[in-house]
Every structure is written in C-alpha cells, then in structure tokens.
C-alpha cells in the first residue's frame, strides 16, 4: 500500500537538518562536488560569452536594417547552421569562381531582382607608420547607408569623406595609433595613400581589419563588376537591403552557390535542428574518426564521473555509519529499509543540489566577474552570456554524483542491526561474499574488453571496458583488505590491531580505499597518457638542422615593394653584425618565374612506382570495407605517420629547396656529407624510401596552377638519379640539384633567395639573439622576417605531471583521513581497553598510522594497477584513432612519478595520522564511546 | 485502578538462542506473557536475564527461534519486514534509556515521525503530536529540538511518540536509567497515566520503585519467567508514606 509523499517529507527533513547539523562533514563533500562543478560553470559562462549572444551577433552581422550577410566562400556547394559554416563541398564540375557579376545574378535568382546588394571589396593592404607597419585586409563599403549599422565604431564616428578609415583595435594597438592619426595605406596593385583613422572598429565585428567609404583607395573601374574578376577580391561579401526577410529556404539556395548567410529573419527564427543538413547528414556530423574521438571523450568523463562518485563516497559511508543509531531509531518507529535507504539517499541529493546551486551561482559570479574585467583586446569578451539551460544541467551533475556517492552506503545502512545499534553495540553488516567474486570477473571482463577494443581500435569495447575495469577493481578491494586482516596474525600489536580493525570494519574501510583507488587510478592514467604523449612527439619531432643552427629567413609578399635581390644579403650581414656566424650559406627555393609569381602556386613531389603504391590509392572508384582494412596493414599505404616539423623558409605548401650541397651540409644533420655531396653530384634528394625507383632514380611531377583555381594545372615530369635521406622533416622531402629545374620545357622556374643558414661558435645567448633578429628586422624594413635557432626537443609536461600527482595525493591523503578519523572514534573503546591492560601512550599514534597506511597501501596498489591499465587503454584507443595504427604512440609508463605516488602517499597518510593523532589514550569505561 | 481491557501483547512459549553448537546462548527459553489495555507489566531481572530481548521481540525488532508473539490480532511471525514495520509505525512505541530522540527534529517533529512514515500529512500528523504532547504535558516545547530540552522533557517527548496517533502498546526499556529520581518519578508517573487512559506497557527496570508503578510485575533469570507478582499496590500512597 502506498504511503504518498508523507514519508518522503519526513525523511528529507532530518536529512536536511542532518545536513545543516554536520556542518564539517557536509561542508566536506560540499566542497569536493562544488568545485568542479563551479570550475565547470566559470569555464562554460567563458566560452558562451567568448562569442557574441544572439543579439550582439545579429547586430554585428546585419546591423540594424540589411536582411541578410553573404560571404562568398567557395565555387562549390557548402553546409551551414545559422552561424557558421563547416566549409566547402568538393565537386569537381565547379572548381573556377565565378565573377562577381556572375555570383550577383545568381543571388538575385534566388532573392528575387528586386533584392538590393551592398557590396564590399576587399584587398590586403600594408599599413605603416614612421616605426612600424602591419599587414591587414582593407575594404570599402557604403559605410553612410544601411551597411554603417553593422561598422558602427565604439569610439569615434564614421568615415565621412575619402582618405577616412575605420581601423580594428588590435590593428590600432599593433600599430600604436589612435582616432585622429595618420596611417600609410598601400592596397595590393594599388599606390600608397595617406589616411586619417576617425574610429575603432567593435572588436568582435567580422570583416576586414581597415574600412572606408568606396573610391578612397581602390580605383572604380576595380569595382566594376564585369572587370574584377574575384580573385583579385579579398573577402568580398553582399548584404541584402530591402523589406523581404531572407529565409532558410533562401539560405540553402545560396549555399548551393557558396555563401555563406546570415540572415536576420533565421537568427531570429531558427529553423528546427532537423531541417539543417549540417545536423542531418551522417558523414558531415560522425565521420568515423570523430565518433572514435567522441567515444574517447565519453571514456575520459565517464571515468571521471565515477571517479568522482568513489572520491565522494567515504564521507557519506562516514555519516551513514556515524547516524546508524539514529537509523536505528527510525527503523524501531515502524521505518522501513525503504524509509533508511531514502534519509541517507536525500542527504546526498539535499548536500549535493546544495552545493551545486551555490558553485553554479559562485561560478556564474566569476564568470561574470572574469568577462567584466578583462581587459578589452585581444583577451576581451563581446558579452555575458549566461548559459541557464547548461547550468542547470551541471547542478543536475553536480547532485547526480552527490547522490550516486550515498547510493552504497544508503543500501549498506538500510541493512543497519536495529537492536545493535539502539544497545550501542558495534556491529557490521556482514560484507556479501558475492561481491569480490563479481568484482574478479568485472576486473578480467573489463581489461579484456579494454585492452581487445584499444588494439582493434573498437573505441565502444574500450569505453566498456575502462569503467567496468575500475568497478571490478573496487569491488575486489574489499576482499584485499580482509586479506590484510588475515595475514597480520605476524604483525606486532598495534599493526596487526589496525589491521584486524580495517578488515572488520568495511563498512568504513572499502569505501575509503576505493576512493584512494579511483584518485591513484586517474592520476596514474593522465601520467601513463601525459608521458606517452610527450614520447610520441619526441618520436615524430624531426629537426631539419644540427642543434644550434641559425635560421634567417626573409618572407618578402606582393605588398613589398622592395628589390628582393639584396634582401636576404642585408638579413644575413645585420645579423652578423651582432652575432657572427662560422659557416654560412644562402637558401634558395625554387618558384614560378615572373612577371606574377604570387597569383600562381608550385608544387614539386616525387612519385612512387606502381608497385609502391598503396593499392586503394590507384583505385578509380570509392573503395570497399574490405579493401580499405586491407589496407590498414599494407605498409604502402602508411601515411608516414605525423611529423612534428619547421620550414622557416617555406614559402607556402610545396616549398622546395634548390641546393648546390652547402645549405644541407650547413645544416649539419649526421648524414649532410653524403646529401650535400649527391647534390653536387646532380642528384635529388627524398626523405621517402620508396619513391626511389629500381634504376636508382626519382620520378618528379611538377605543377604549376593559379591561385584562384582557374584553369588546368600545367604539370610537368623530370628523372633525376635519387638519394634518399633519414631527415624526416617536410624541407627534406624533396631537395633539388641546382641547375635542374631548366631541363623543364614548358615551366619557366626560377630559384628565389628565401635566407640565410648559419652556424656559430658558440651558443648564442638569448639576449643577442633578441638583439640580431631586431637588427635583421630593422634592415630589411617592412618584410616580414623570422630568426629561429634549431632547438633540442623540450618537454612541457612537466608541471601538468607535478599537478596531477598533487591532486593524487590530496584526494588520497583526503579520504585515508576520512576513514581514519572514523576508526579513532569508533575505537576509542578498544584503545581504552588497550591503556588499561598497559599499552604505552605511542600505540595510539601507531594504530592511527597503521591504520592509515593499510587503507592507502591498499588503494595505491590497487589504483596504480588500474590506473597502469587505463592509461594503456587511452594510449592504444588514441594510437588506433586514425586510418591505420599510428607506431609513434606508444604505451610509456612513467615508474618514477608512479613509484612517488605509491610510495609518498602512503607515507604521507602514515604520517600526517601519527603526527595528528593525540598520544594520551582515553580513559573511558568500555561501553562508553 | 482502571479495569483492565482485551490482550493486546501475547507471547506464547518464545525461546530465542543466538549462535550455534557450543556458542549458543538461550536469551530467553519459553516465556509466556500478556499485557492487557489498560496494564503496564514491569520486567526485572539481572544483566543478561533476557529483558531487553523480550522488549525487542515484542516489538518485532527481533524474531524469536520458536514460539509466537500476537499483537493486537497480528500474529508477528508471519509478517514481512515491511508489514512488521508498519506494525510498530500503528501499533507499538518504544522509549529508551538514552531518550533516542533524533537531534535534527523538534519535538513535535520527533513524535509525528512514526504518522509521517506512516503516510499522514505534515499538517493532520503535526495536530495529532501537538495532543500527544499535549497528554504528556509539554505541548509548550512541541518546537524546541532535543537539545534545547532538559532529561525529563526528553523522555516524555519520547513517551509521546510512543503513544502518538493509534499506538496503544509502548515498550520502555529503562525510561527512567538516565534521570535523577525525581525526574524518573514524574516520567513514570506520565507512563502510569498514559496507560490508565487506554494504552498497555511493557516496562523493562532494574529498580523496583519504578516497578511499583506497574500492576504487575515478571521477574527474570537466565531466559525463563521464575517469578510475577500479583495487582500494584497504591504507588502514589507509598510515596507520600510516612517513614516513621
């Protein structure tokens, strides 16, 4: 028969007031459920108030009348939600842009003719000052017609005549200038002019970091429509005028031409998430190597939930056996095992959802705080947006964890012995003999699932695996304890006393443990990930030079209206000047000859034979399961693997360095001697074995194509005798004797000075080197320039390590103390009866250290075991993340970071219990605790 | 003297043993009692005589190894633990030595426990502590907590509970233990009355002046009823009985 809410009422209240009446414990696990979930609530607040709100988007996007914003972003078809797009189809029908004319017509296809277009144009641009120049994008718009609500400036006005810009802020801080100076403007193909800044752009606008009126800088007839063609633009968007609202359905069309909308009637509006294709299209949305990437998220966070709830668990096991009379007391009037379970179950949900609303709101304060005070910049936040629906659902975890944390202890006390507790007898449940077998079998099933899913790259069976792996690990713990208890027949007193104690007592014990377990458990995993991460990038890090070698390269663009020829001369002999160098030589990498080699682009590479080739690469058509598994163990088709590499003298994809022998014996790899001599001999050099052919040479294609995409590549091949190097950095993939390129006959190829290659005799110290790459910058004016020594690998794990073992130990020290501050209580019977048959006053202090040091004993091996496997687990799933197993993950165990935490916590908990423990043994009568 | 009602408490040979072979011990070994309404029944005995496990069986708290105990028309060892526990939220209270209020309720709160486990409203269970206090003459403290509360008060905030609503069986194991004598005579003096106005008791003591305000009382050794007494004498008469 159902008793209603009545019930329920009761019990929540005591354990409301029991809450408010333990004010240590509750505050205790208020804090260990309140900071993450207030961290989570500052680090959500921050992210959705790092980009606009509605609002603020729609007026920096539209302004206040435009209906819509289109950016043109691709010839081919592309996919978006209401904000933002996730790129371009590839359809190889349409691979030429359109003009802009061709791209007006069209839209006015789909809005309709009456549908007014506000264009802007767009080019680079380079801005100086007397002491410093910056490269931005400039543009002009009618900026005093409806387009001006989308520019309003924060500070200043509105361009009001020519020779009058709006600038971004961090252009303005770049450049050091204010509203009201002057600025050098120098537009690709266009002269220099002097221009007057008469405001600051919102920071969080989108658009070109320069603005002003049409006809200031760029001449009318660029404008035309049927003479610019669009690669000549640089971010050429429409905004659409009128009274006609731009609907979704509008927006698909345009995106079949490739732009992107905005639209104010969609922002307003949005369609249902079932009507974007972005949210819809399976392949968009869960491509294989995101799903494995989410399940691997889902491992780490289920993991740490349940971490969460073993860490929270003593305090509650605590206050479930300190209230045992008290349950006790409800039991004897006519409570039943229902009514137990529910007062320890609501005082988890009541702590919980209390601790949870004050971190959402202490959290939502600091966000709040965090996003007001920061300094406007680069760092700046355009608005508070407060995240209610995210929020709630963090307090909903936040409780969740509080009340799945007594969820144990609450179906151990609804065993509690009434007649026991009421006489003040000690007594405890009987621990299920059950449970460590069910714990064994988890613990075999759990690894096996793991360790078969991270080597077959199954992330579900390893997911699977993790979690029931740590459950079966703290379900065993208790028996482990027990264990404990009965081998300590051959330990001395107060060892074998505290030993016996843990055992039988595990209602307080295994809890304890099991949080130490889960604390060591994740600190051993993020150290077994943490080292094995920084063992795959020293792995897949490729240095292109010997230690110590000076790189200076100069990065001269169309904006630079310099003679290239002295450039890298001057970058090279201001350099010495401050720091000289021993040996040296210039770099060259080859490029398209004049007269416009920026509009098109090089690219140089060698090809395999056939029989090198990976079979699903030579396939005409999409490739099948089995073929594409095949070829994950066809080492012909390993991508190589990722490599962690710099090019300083790269001038865009597909840089290739021409070379006489002296640069790469310059930079001084081990095998430079051989390299530099095969080079002078006329020999290419490639970094991929196989692309070295039977008779020894190497088979280049050459392609040459123009930037905008027009036209048909113009490629070419050449057959050069080959040599192959180890250096697996991109500089080395392919090296060209000098003089090759001019057997080409259709590509006119010319070799360009891209820097300057050095060594010195010494290490140079930071401070003269700071000084050379101010002196190298200051000679060569307004071109970009970089100064880079070839660095030994370093690395940044070290403080990530630090802190996670820190937390380790906290969390242990934390819950040993829990347990161990209940066993002196709960003793103090025992100790009496202890000083009174003449133990010395120190046993107390021995039993509170042996006590300690049995529970995070325990827990260490046990976590350290379990966390060595699930750092295994991550490492394997991460490894077989990709088309086929990545060799440069590899499983690292960090001993010594382990063996600290092993050793020191243990020692620590021993420690701080015997140090913190009152040596004077109570005197009280038996019966009296 | 009240005229005694139906039986309400029935236990029939009960015999309790706890462990097994060598170690068991035999708490009580075929007792046999009745309380009636309207009688409150004194247990003594010494240590380990088997009073408090009788209290406890009675109660349904422990289940004897053979024999029956009846309460009302309930025979308890055919009942489930839930079906035991809402006989004790209906039918039976329990005071102890040690008050066992729970700290985190008032006083009123404390004695609607049993009506709220039971399924009754906040509002009607708080009208029906606020009588049961008001019997025991303390309705003033209903919302003080028990720490706000001296011994005495304590203990008949405890009797309250166990007579609140339609309990008409309380169970009181050494009510008076931690209390001063006088105190411990006015709480029996509460229990004397709450009896006489309708309910049965069931009082373990050591001390036979408590005992004397029972109507009768059974006397206990080694698990095995050896002796009982016949109607109370006039316990209020003796008080006030000149020494000399």
Redesign the interface.
């Known amino acids: 028969m159902?008793?209603?809410a009545?019930?329920w009422?009761?019990v929540l209240?005591?354990a409301r007031?029991?809450a408010?009446?333990s004010r240590g414990r509750t505050a205790l696990i208020a804090v260990m459920v309140g900071l993450p979930v207030l961290a989570a609530v500052v680090i959500v607040v921050l992210l959705r108030s790092s980009t606009p709100g509605d609002a603020l988007f729609t007026r920096l996007m539209v302004g206040e009348v435009t209906q819509a914003r289109l950016s043109y972003h691709c010839p081919a078809a592309i996919v978006q939600d209401v904000r933002q797009s996730v790129g371009c189809s590839y359809d190889e029908s349409r691979v030429q842009d359109p003009t802009l004319a061709e791209i007006e017509d069209d839209v006015r296809a789909v809005l309709g003719d009456d549908a007014g277009l506000v264009r802007l144009d767009g080019r680079r641009a380079l801005l100086t000052t007397t002491d410093r120049s910056s490269r931005a994008g400039y543009g002009e718009v009618d900026l005093l017609g409806p387009v001006g609500g989308v520019f309003e400036p924060v500070v200043g006005d509105l361009p009001a005549r020519a020779g009058e810009v709006l600038i971004s802020s961090w252009l303005a801080e770049d450049l050091g200038v204010g509203v009201g100076e002057e600025l050098g403007l120098r537009a690709v193909g266009e002269p220099e002019q002097r221009v007057r800044v008469t405001g600051m752009l919102h920071p969080f606008v989108e658009g070109p970091d320069v603005l002003a009126l049409p006809g200031t800088l760029l001449p009318t007839a660029a404008q035309d429509v049927d003479l610019a063609p669009l690669a000549a633009q640089w971010g050429v968007e429409w905004w659409v005028t009128g009274t006609d609202p731009v609907t979704w359905d509008h927006v698909v069309a345009l995106n079949d031409l490739g732009l992107l909308v905005r639209s104010r009637a969609v922002l307003a509006d949005p369609p249902p998430r079932s009507a974007m294709p972005l949210h819809t299209d399976g392949e968009l949305v869960q491509g294989g190597t995101s799903a494995r990437t989410a399940l691997l998220v889902a491992a780490v966070v289920g993991a740490g939930l349940l971490e969460a709830v073993l860490i929270v668990g003593p305090a509650f096991a605590v206050g479930a056996r300190r209230s045992s009379?008290?349950l006790a007391?409800?039991?004897?009037?006519?409570?039943?095992?229902r009514?137990l379970r529910r007062l320890v179950l609501w005082n988890g949900v009541v702590i919980g959802l209390g601790a949870s609303v004050v971190a959402a709101v202490l959290g939502v304060g600091a966000g709040a705080a965090l996003v007001t005070w920061l300094p406007v910049g680069a760092g700046a936040f355009p608005n508070l947006v407060v995240p209610w629906l995210e929020i709630l659902g963090l307090i909903a975890l936040g409780t969740g964890i509080a009340a799945a944390a007594a969820w144990l202890p609450a179906h151990r006390a609804c065993r509690v012995d009434?007649?026991a507790a009421?006489?003040g007898r000690r007594a405890e449940a009987a621990p299920h003999h059950g449970v460590p077998v069910v714990g064994l079998v988890l613990l075999g099933i759990g690894t096996a699932a793991a360790v078969s899913g991270a080597l077959r790259a199954q992330s579900g069976f390893a997911v699977a695996g993790v979690l029931l792996l740590l459950v079966g690990m703290v379900a065993t713990s208790g028996a482990v304890v027990t264990l404990l208890g009965r081998v300590a027949r051959w330990a001395p007193t107060a060892l074998r006393f505290a030993l016996r104690d843990t055992a039988r007592q595990r209602g307080r014990t295994a809890p304890a443990v099991a949080a130490v377990i889960a604390a060591v458990a994740g600190a051993t995993a993020g150290l077994v990930f943490l080292t094995s991460s920084d063992h795959h990038d020293r792995l897949t890090w490729a240095p292109i030079a010997a230690e110590g070698t000076v790189h200076i390269a100069v990065h001269p663009d169309e904006l630079d209206d310099v003679d290239r020829a002295g450039l890298v001369a001057r970058a090279g002999a201001a350099f010495e000047d401050v720091a000289p160098l021993a040996t040296s030589a210039v770099v060259r990498i080859l490029t398209v000859a004049e007269p416009d080699p920026a509009s098109m682009s090089l690219s140089v590479w060698a090809e395999r034979p056939v029989e090198a080739m990976c079979p699903v690469w030579l396939l005409e058509r999409q490739a099948t399961q089995q073929e594409l598994a095949d070829a994950q163990d066809d080492p012909r088709c390993e991508p190589g693997g990722s490599v962690l590499s710099s090019n300083p003298y790269s001038v865009g994809f597909g840089s290739v360095l021409v070379d006489d022998g002296t640069v790469v014996r310059t930079l001084g790899l081990p095998e430079a001697g051989e390299a530099a001599a095969a080079l002078a001999g006329g020999a290419v050099l490639v970094n991929d074995a196989a692309a070295l052919w039977a008779d020894g040479t190497v088979h280049l294609t050459f392609s040459v194509y123009d930037m905008d995409g027009s036209g048909d590549p113009h490629e070419e091949e050449l057959v050069l005798p080959g040599h192959v190097v180890g250096a697996r950095g991109s500089l080395y993939g392919v090296v060209l004797p000098m003089g090759a390129w001019e057997r080409l006959e259709t590509l006119d190829l010319v070799p360009v000075e891209a820097g300057v290659v050095g060594t010195t005799t010494e290490p140079l110290a930071r401070d003269t080197l700071e000084a050379a790459t101010q002196a190298v910058a200051d000679a060569i004016g307004p071109v970009a320039s970089g100064v880079e020594v070839e660095s030994p690998w370093v690395t940044g794990q070290d403080v990530t390590m630090l802190v996670v073992v820190a937390v380790a130990v906290v969390l242990g020290l934390a819950a040993t103390w829990i347990a161990v501050g209940l066993a002196a209580a709960e003793s103090r019977a025992d100790l009496a009866t202890l000083a009174a048959v003449g133990a010395s006053p120190r046993t107390r202090r021995t039993v509170a250290g042996a006590q300690a040091g049995a529970i995070a004993g325990t827990g260490v091996v046990l976590g350290a075991v379990a966390g060595l496997l699930l750092g295994a687990v991550f490492v394997l799933v991460r490894r077989g993340q990709g088309f086929s197993a990545d060799p440069t993950w590899q499983v690292v165990l960090p001993w010594a970071e382990v063996a600290s935490v092993v050793i020191g916590l243990p020692a620590l908990a021993v420690g701080a219990a015997m140090l913190l423990t009152r040596s004077r043994l109570p005197l009280s009568l038996r019966g009296s605790a | 003297m009240t005229t005694l009602g139906p039986v309400l408490l029935r236990l029939a040979q009960v015999t309790r043993t706890h462990g097994h072979g060598e170690l068991t011990v035999h708490a009580l070994r075929s007792v046999d009692l009745e309380v009636r309404v309207g009688e409150l029944v004194a247990v003594m005995g010494p240590s380990g005589s088997g009073k408090?496990t009788l209290l406890?069986i009675a109660?349904g708290?422990?289940s004897p190894t053979s024999g029956t105990v009846s309460l009302a028309d309930a025979q308890l060892s055919g009942l489930d633990?839930?079906a035991r526990?809402?006989?004790?939220?209906?039918s039976v209270?329990?005071v102890?030595q040690d008050f066992?209020l729970?700290?985190?309720?008032t006083a009123a709160?404390n004695v609607?426990?049993?009506?709220?486990?039971?399924?009754?409203?906040?509002r009607p269970?708080r009208v029906e502590a606020l009588a049961a206090l008001a019997d025991v003459g303390i309705a003033e403290l209903a919302d003080r907590f028990p720490d706000e509360l001296s011994g005495g008060q304590q203990q008949r905030v405890a009797i309250a509970?166990a007579l609140v609503g339609p309990r008409r069986l309380v169970l009181a194991d050494e009510p008076t233990g931690a209390l001063d004598s006088v105190t411990g005579e006015d709480v029996m003096r509460v229990l004397r009355a709450r009896v006489d106005a309708g309910a049965a008791g069931l009082l373990v003591t050591h001390e036979a002046r408590f005992a004397a305000w029972a109507d009768r009382t059974v006397f206990l050794r080694d698990g095995v009823v050896v002796d009982s007494t016949g109607p109370r004498p006039d316990v209020e008469a003796l008080l006030t009985l000149d020494p000399a």
Do not use: C, M, Q
């Open positions: 159902s008793r209603g009545a019930p009422r009761a209240r005591i007031r029991d408010a009446r009379r008290e007391l409800l039991a004897a009037h006519g409570g039943d095992r009514d009434v007649v009421l006489s | 408090s406890n109660g708290l422990d633990l839930k526990a809402r006989l004790r939220r209906r209270g329990y102890f066992n729970i700290p985190a309720l709160e609607s426990l049993p009506r709220e486990l039971d399924g009754v409203s906040t269970a509970r």
